[in-house]
């Protein structure tokens, strides 16, 4: 039994060294391996639809940025092309002579004012002329009427002479010369009565000649107004052909528009890479019929990948952007990178899951949180880019 004190000693001895140096060769380090690679994945969709007249790609393929992906059939494209242009070199002829009708209609509205002013005046001035005319004409007709009593009342009594001379003809008391006398005389009273009679039918139908340019007058008049009232709507009516110039111009601007989209379809026929990388899930073929918005392949870029660490917040007391990190991945077994960290994200990985934990109703259990670390790889880590994203690594930040 004595002889084993030394031994257990000596073991006791050894064992606390390489705890000790266990210790600290692992003091300031932080580590874990629920780290993954990640890398810019962009998903390749279809903007637009149709048959699919080539898909020069293969999966895993190394392309380019500009390289083509997918080539659609443009035909239909070039057709709406040419027909947006023809719209809309219609459309800019219609603007065209509708800006060219807003001077027209403001000029003819202010010259329409003027004339049916004039036209207005003209009408008053015709309708005074022509009631002097009437009252002219019923003048002509009493004076016309007082001659023909006057004829009448003298061709009464000239008759009543001659009936009175004839019986002294016959008994010689008179000559027969002033017979022929009264006879005459008569005969010249009833051409009085004819004369004054003819002219009051002339002064009567003067009356109604005066009468008619009165009625005519005024229909006249009534037309210049109603003329006038239109005239001075010309402000509207500029107006109005203001308004249909701009809705022209505005119908311009939304076919060049329509020309412009009709373009950009035709571009979207090419799908091209957006940026170097690795083609992925590629799943269009030629003679497919495409729809927008249809998944056709994945682009992954492997000139820039990093890591994402979810450490534990136990573990994030020392840990912060700059820090010195070695990285060990689980497909490389006697290689480690060498990088920095980046940054910390603003929560835990719980909290953007899609169904975030809530603690605040029943029983709660304290479960350690992990937060996502972003790490950088220096420069000329990965220059065969043989890093591919998900891959398992495990990370070691130094923070002393």
Known sequence: MK?????????????????????????????????????HVTPIAARIGGTVLAAPVADNQTVEAGTVLVQIDTRD???????????????????????????????????????ARGSVAQAHAGIAEAEQAVLAARSRLATAQARSREAEANA??????V??????????????????AAVAAANGARASVESATAQEREAEADIQAAQSRVNQAEATREQAAAQLQTAETGPQQVAVTKARAAAAEARVMQLRAAVKQAELNLEYATVRAPVRGVVSRKTVEPGQVIQPGQPLMTVVA??????????KETQLEHMHAG???????????????????DSIAAATGARFSLLP????????????????????????????????PGMSVTPTVHTN
């Open 302 to 311: 492997l000139d820039q990948v990093w890591i994402v660490a979810n450490f």
């Open 323 to 341: 820090q010195r990190v070695t990285v060990e991945v689980d497909a490389f077994d006697s290689r480690e990178f060498t990088g920095k960290v």
């Open 156 to 161: 009464s009594k000239a008759a009543k002479d």
């Open 163 to 180: 009936e009175r001379l004839k019986p002294l003809l016959t008994k010689d008391e008179i000559s027969q010369q002033q017979y022929d």
């Open 357 to 388: 934990p809530e603690n605040a109703t029943g029983n709660f259990v304290k479960v350690v949180q992990r937060v996502p670390v972003k790490i950088v790889l220096d420069q000329g880590q990965d220059a065969q880019r043989v890093l591919r």
């Open 77 to 115: 494209f070039e057709l709406a092309i040419e027909r947006a242009r023809a719209e809309l070199a219609d459309a800019e002829a219609a603007a065209v002579a509708a800006q060219a009708n807003v001077p027209i209609v403001s000029t003819t509205a202010k010259g329409g004012v003027s004339t």
């Open 3 to 39: 002889k084993r004190i030394p031994i257990i000693i000596a073991v006791l001895v050894v064992m606390a060294g390489a705890a000790g140096a266990w210790a600290w060769l692992t003091s300031g380090r932080e580590s874990t391996d629920d780290a993954q690679v990640e890398a």
